[in-house]
């Protein structure tokens, strides 16, 4: 079973910068696809970003593109989110999770298996 942790998150200003991490401690994490999912109080989870095996292709939601970054590191298991402009809209629990798709990123999270505990981002105005 894949065991994943997140970590990175915290308080910042809107127009601010986090960068969160997700870490695995096993020796398959390069078989998957990551994905980086929020979810606010009271809403649904939405997706965020996606990340290939290798790392060469990435997918963003409309509402983080141009201001998130996602990449990975397959030599120390871990998955980066680096989040510029942060808007309080951004504030949510993020969460990164492990898909096994082969030809497509997927984007809902009924399509990805392993996930972490998450990590709390506050953005304040």
């Known amino acids: 079973q894949v065991q994943l942790v997140e970590s990175g998150g915290g308080l910042v200003q809107a127009g601010g910068s986090l960068t969160l991490s997700c870490a695995s401690s096993?020796?398959?994490?390069?078989?998957?696809?990551l994905g980086w999912f929020r979810q606010a109080p009271g809403k649904e989870r939405e997706f965020v970003a996606a990340?290939?095996?290798?790392?060469?292709?990435?997918y963003y939601a409309d509402s983080v593109k141009g201001r998130f970054t996602i990449s990975r590191d397959n030599a120390k298991n871990t998955v980066y989110l680096q989040m510029n402009s942060l808007k309080p809209e951004d504030t949510a629990v993020y969460y990164c999770?492990?898909?096994?798709?082969?030809?497509?990123?997927?984007?809902?999270?009924?399509?990805?298996?392993?996930w972490g505990q998450g990590t709390q981002v506050t953005v304040s105005s």
């Open positions: 096993g020796r398959t994490f390069s078989n998957y696809n």
């Open positions: 999770a492990t898909n096994s798709a082969l030809l497509v990123l997927r984007t809902r999270p009924e399509d990805y298996t392993y």
């Open positions: 990340i290939n095996r290798g790392g060469s292709s990435t």
